[in-house]
């Protein structure tokens, strides 16, 4: 049994439903006794179960047990008969615990019994269904004696549906708030931030690359070219973890790439673009599109070939995978050839599809200039046959041709061996990528002897006919020098001389003049320093100022030893010769042309006066003996033309040493036709030869002999028709 808030078990409190003179009075003031209900007066009608102030137990309504206000402003219920309802049957006593031991509520202590002569109050309430609105329950009684504590009875109190409502609407309102603040922030204070976050991720640039320019001979014929070609990238976004190894094992045996790399490559899921091959051909680019791999397409570019394979590899060089020039020209004029690349943003969908009205932004390249060279690809092709032959029948270690115009300058031919196909660089050593002719310095030996002669003729007193008293070998101080060969002393001109190329007659005329005489001429015919030819890595050789010269330095210099120079500045030499003395600095840029197809020629080269025009002819004068039988190349001499020349055998530095012995040899042979009107100069330089003679006049002067004769047709160059001078090799006692 439930015990009700506020009341006792044996009555209402203090004051309550009571008489005004207190308790014990009967009547309506009188107070119940605990768990019935006041007797109605007669003739007063049940109350109708719905009304909202039907009483409980206790007879006080169900909020609180307060009595109902409403009821006692209704008035007097209506007797039964006149007009009410019916009287409720009377139900039957309701028992109720007494309450626990030592526990009263207030207004109830001492009364455990109704006072005398209160009327009994109801036993139950109006039974369920009758005109009460109750269903009739019997009552529960409470033990004798008081019994146990009645347990307290759980209330379910409902709120004020207002006060929900408020609080609810205030719970939403700050949800509310909360979006609406993120949502100025994302608006309106940071909009800026979110909104470049999202076009740089639907955002790509894609490079337009520039079309590079060609390079061609002095006709035309191209000898680098660019055509079409397809680069292969990825999304590696778009790329599933369980799609990578099925994109490897499709594209790594088509492309020929490394699994591995490429599997790195298609893993990095921060990135939208990455290049995966590029400068395939349309065909493969083609068979990559057609296995529709997800995340993976082409692009349009341009890729560098070379027509005639290793023809002219050291001049012309190679493009690197990157796009830029590794060698030689390619190297040299990169940013000439190579134009300006474009570009072009666009706005690409996360599924990796071009938004057609998104940002698309572009910037058109720029095409590169076409090269236009002095080179003839015929004379090339003919003169890198010839020492590649030579080579390979002397086993040397190396060889170079060098064909040059000496009124222009213009270089026609530059050959060497070995070489390497620029379409495949990467199959060859990078020793072989760059260009001998100019990179390596050697000791030019007997060639080198022209510029002493040219010396001692000017500044020696020394004539064609100054006899020279010439034994095989000769001591300056504690050095012996010697000639190639041992023989008898000789008495020879200085003509002579230069025809049997005497070392030890070389040191006797260089006697007429200083160090400082012979290092000026050095330097004027362009030793220790760079030719100005454009290519690069070039050597400027090794001549070092008489001051530190030794005391003996000066006589092998004299002779072509303790001096270097690269193949290109010797060659300039006997064209400075040829051409009267004048030197034209060597080019092999003939111009340029532009994307408009205009062309430019490049500026003339510069020139200057080395010797005069008299000390040139009488050297040319004296390099037509040479050639003859008693000189030291009738090897080049070529049937109806006048040929003039030197050759040149020096020994090598040994490393291991520091000394000749063991080194090799250096073969050379220069020389220019017709002698007598100079048109065409050639060079002809071979590193150490080891099968056969090392003479220059034997290994380089046939080589010079072929290249020269098949120039001179090339260029329909005719004989003079002139005849030989006649030279004195011996004095006159």
Not at 154 to 166: A, I, K, Q, T, Y
Not at 389 to 413: F, W, Y
């Amino acid at each position: 049994m439930t015990t009700r808030r506020g009341r006792g078990p044996a009555g209402p409190p203090p004051g309550r439903r009571g008489s005004p003179q207190g308790r014990g009075n009967s009547g309506p003031g009188a107070a119940r006794a605990p768990g019935r209900r006041p007797a109605r007066p007669s003739g007063t009608p049940p109350r109708p179960s719905g009304d909202r102030g039907k009483t409980d137990r206790g007879g006080r309504g169900e909020r609180g047990g307060r009595p109902d206000a409403r009821s006692a402003q209704r008035g007097p219920a209506p007797e039964p008969g006149k007009g009410g309802r019916p009287a409720p049957k009377e139900p039957k006593e309701r028992q109720t615990a007494p309450p626990a031991s030592g526990r009263r509520r207030p207004g109830t202590a001492g009364r455990t019994s109704q006072p005398p002569g209160r009327p009994a109050a109801p036993a139950t309430r109006p039974a369920r269904g009758s005109s009460g609105g109750r269903s009739a329950r019997p009552a529960r009684r409470r033990p004798p004696g008081g019994g146990g504590p009645r347990r307290p009875r759980l209330v379910f109190r409902r709120s004020d549906p207002l006060r929900r409502l408020n609080a609810g609407l205030l719970v939403i309102a700050f949800v509310l708030s909360l979006f609406a603040g993120r949502l100025v922030q994302l608006q309106t204070i940071e909009s800026d931030v979110y909104t470049a976050r999202a076009l740089k991720q639907r955002l790509h640039k894609l490079e337009l690359p520039a079309v590079r320019g060609d390079i061609t001979d002095a006709h035309g014929h191209p000898l680098a070219k660019t055509v079409e070609a397809r680069a292969v990238f990825a999304d590696p976004y778009m790329i599933k973890d369980g799609q990578r190894p099925k994109v490897v094992a499709a594209l790594a045996p088509m492309l020929g790439l490394n699994p591995d790399q490429l599997l790195k490559k298609i893993s990095t899921p921060d990135s939208r673009f990455v290049y995966l091959a590029r400068g395939i051909t349309p065909d493969q680019g083609r068979m990559v599109e057609a296995l529709r791999l997800t995340g993976i397409d082409t692009l349009r570019e341009y890729r560098r070939i070379y027509p005639n394979d290793r023809l002219a590899a050291g001049v012309i060089g190679f493009v690197n995978h990157e796009g830029r020039g590794g060698a030689g020209l390619e190297s040299a004029m990169n940013s000439e050839l190579a134009g300006v690349d474009g570009w072009q943003r666009v706005e690409i969908s996360p599924t990796g599809q071009h938004i057609p009205m998104g940002e698309d932004s572009k910037r058109p390249p720029v095409p590169g200039k076409g090269v236009r060279l002095t080179l003839l690809r015929d004379l090339q092709a003919k003169a890198q046959e010839a020492i590649e032959e030579q080579v390979r029948a002397t086993g040397a270690h190396s060889g170079s041709v060098i064909v040059m115009d000496p009124r222009t300058g213009q270089i026609l031919a530059m050959a060497t061996t070995p070489g390497y196909d620029p379409n495949h660089y990467g199959r060859s050593k990078p020793a072989d990528w760059g260009n001998p002719v100019i990179q390596d310095a050697y000791e030019p030996g007997s060639t080198n002897k022209v510029i002493t002669a040219a010396a001692v003729l000017e500044k020696g007193g020394v004539t064609p006919q100054t006899p020279f008293r010439v034994p095989d070998r000769i001591q300056r101080y504690d050095r012996t020098f010697h000639d190639s060969s041992p023989h008898p002393t000789e008495r020879l001109t200085f003509a002579g001389v230069l025809a049997k190329s005497s070392n030890v007659g070389t040191i006797l005329a260089s006697e007429h003049i200083t160090a400082q005489t012979l290092y000026d001429y050095l330097r004027a015919f362009g030793f220790g320093e760079r030719t100005g030819v454009g290519l690069p890595g070039e050597s400027v050789g090794l001549l070092s100022p008489p001051s530190k010269w030794s005391g003996t330095d000066r006589y092998p210099i004299s002779f072509g030893q303790t001096v270097s120079v690269n193949a290109l500045q010797m060659a300039s030499v006997y064209a400075t010769i040829a051409n009267g003395g004048v030197r034209v600095t060597p080019h092999l840029i003939a111009g340029t042309t532009g994307p408009d197809g205009v062309f430019t020629a490049a500026p003339p080269p510069a020139q200057r006066r080395v010797i005069s025009d008299r000390t040139a002819q009488e050297i040319i004068r004296m390099l037509e003996g040479a050639t003859t039988d008693e000189g030291t190349a009738p090897k080049a001499r070529i049937p109806g033309y006048r040929v003039a020349g030197k050759t040149g055998t020096a020994e090598i530095a040994n490393p291991a040493c520091g000394c000749y012995k063991g080194g090799g040899y250096t073969s050379s042979f220069a020389g220019f036709a017709p002698a007598d009107d100079p048109q065409l100069v050639v060079q002809v330089v071979v590193q150490k030869p080891t099968r056969g003679s090392h003479y220059g006049g034997d290994v380089a002067a046939p080589v010079f002999r072929d290249v020269m004769a098949f120039a001179l047709k090339t260029r329909k160059i005719p004989p003079t028709g002139g005849v030989p001078p006649k030279i004195d090799i011996y004095a006159r006692d």
